[in-house]
C-alpha cells in the first residue's frame, strides 16, 4: 500500500507503516529528523499534484492513503486570544484552505489530525477525539481524527497518568515542534488497524 504521510518531519508514522512493509512516505517543508530516504522535503499539496518528470526522486505517483497533519497554530483554540490577528492578516485563512485541501485530496483514504479548533465548526466535527493515554502515554493531549474510508482506531493500552505535558511546555524556539510530535503508540495504532482495515 502507498501511503503519504502529509506534514511530518518526525518520521514516527512513516516509520511505523513501513515497519509493517508498506510503501509509506513522509512529506514536510522541514528536513526528515531521522534523515530518512523516504522523506520529501516541500509542500505537501505539491506531493498531492506530483506528475511524470518532477523531481521528487522514486517515489510513488499516486496514493492509496493519506494521515496528514496540517499546521495547527492558526486553528486550534488554545491559541483564540490571537484569532482576531490571524483573520485579519489573513493566516488563518491560509491555514484553514491548506486543512481543505488535504480534506478534498483525490486520495481513497484519508485521516486528518488536529487539535480541538475551528475546523470542528468551520468543517466539521472530528470523527473521533483520542488521546495519549489510550496509546500507551500516560497524558493528556485532545488530539481530533477527520476520516474518510477508515474505522475509527480503537485504544491499544490504556493507562494511568493524565498529566499535560504538552500544555506545560515551558516557550522555547523548538516548542511548535515537539507539541506537533507524534505519539508513537498512536502512530503504530494508525498503523496496525489501518492496514489491517485495508488488507
Not at 493566516?91 to 484552505?97: F, K, P
Not at 473521533?128 to 481530533?144: L, V
Not at 498512536?186 to 489491517?196: F, G, H, P, Y
Request: aromatic share 10%; charged share 20%.
Amino acid at each position: 500500500m502507498r501511503v503519504l504521510i502529509a506534514c511530518e518531519y518526525s518520521g514516527a508514522v512513516r516509520r511505523a507503516f513501513r515497519e509493517l512493509g508498506h510503501d509509506a512516505w513522509s512529506c514536510d517543508l522541514l528536513p526528515a529528523e531521522d534523515g530518512s530516504e523516504f522523506h520529501m522535503r516541500g509542500d505537501a499539496l505539491q506531493c498531492l499534484e506530483w506528475k511524470e518528470g518532477m523531481n521528487w526522486g522514486n517515489r510513488p505517483s499516486h496514493w492509496n492513503l493519506m494521515v496528514a497533519f496540517p499546521p495547527c497554530t492558526n486553528l486550534c483554540v488554545s491559541g483564540a486570544r490571537w484569532f482576531p490577528q490571524k483573520r485579519s492578516n489573513g493566516s488563518q485563512q491560509q491555514s484553514i484552505d491548506f486543512f481543505m485541501a488535504l480534506v478534498n485530496a483525490p486520495i481513497p483514504r484519508i485521516a486528518i489530525e488536529n487539535p480541538i479548533g475551528i475546523m470542528s465548526t468551520l468543517y466539521r466535527k472530528p470523527d473521533q477525539i483520542i488521546q495519549p493515554w489510550q496509546f500507551g502515554h500516560g497524558e493528556t493531549k485532545a488530539t481530533c481524527l477527520w476520516l474518510k474510508g477508515l474505522p475509527l482506531l480503537v485504544p491499544t493500552n490504556i493507562v494511568p497518568g493524565r498529566e499535560a505535558k504538552v500544555h506545560m511546555m515551558p516557550p522555547g524556539p523548538n516548542r511548535g515542534k515537539e507539541r506537533s510530535r507524534t505519539y508513537e503508540g498512536i502512530a503504530r495504532a494508525m498503523a496496525a488497524q489501518w492496514s489491517a482495515h485495508l488488507t
